[in-house]
């Protein structure tokens, strides 16, 4: 089974019984590949369906906190680069119990914090898409591989969110 596939069917499952989704960016885009989360949602914008919402929050997610909250979202999907410790551009989705107990996040306030705050004031099923980064040094520019899982996490992501209603 190819990656594609599995990480739409991981998606498909989580989302079950989804009424309101937020998807969070998360980012440096100034650190190459840091950028990933940021360029995922940045794809999905105007794109969604009206039940979705699409929060870029660069680096710092934990100011969007009120709005997630009144959003009220039933499903919250971050998207951020993970030193995961394999090939840059690998693709894993993680629950929040798997993101409490890995330290991955390439930023210092860990969005596992984030995440279980979320839990725990909104009630959201939370899950974590980390996306491997190759380069995180002061540049603009993806590397070719983080390029090409950027895209296809945003197009995996669009096509569940449509077959959810």
């Not at 870029?56 to 999907?77: G, Q, R, S, W």
Request: charged share 25%; proline share 5%; aromatic share 4%.
């Amino acid at each position: 089974m190819n990656k594609k596939v599995s990480l739409k069917k991981q998606l498909s499952s989580w989302i079950r019984g989804c009424n309101r989704l937020v998807v969070l960016g998360v980012g440096n885009p100034m650190r190459g590949d840091d950028a990933a989360g940021v360029e995922v949602v940045k794809r999905l914008f105007g794109k969604v369906p009206e039940w979705t919402k699409i929060i870029d929050c660069e680096m710092t997610p934990e100011n969007f906190l009120p709005e997630i909250e009144a959003y009220k979202p039933t499903h919250v999907l971050i998207v951020d680069a993970a030193e995961m410790n394999t090939e840059p551009g690998e693709v894993q989705l993680l629950s929040l119990e798997k993101m409490l107990n890995t330290a991955i996040s390439t930023h210092t306030i860990p969005l596992s914090i984030l995440a279980g705050v979320l839990a725990e004031e909104v009630k959201a099923k939370i899950v974590f898409l980390g996306i491997q980064p190759g380069d995180t040094s002061f540049t603009e520019n993806m590397s070719p591989e983080v390029q090409k899982a950027v895209k296809e996490v945003a197009g995996t992501i669009l096509e569940v969110a449509k077959e959810i209603k």
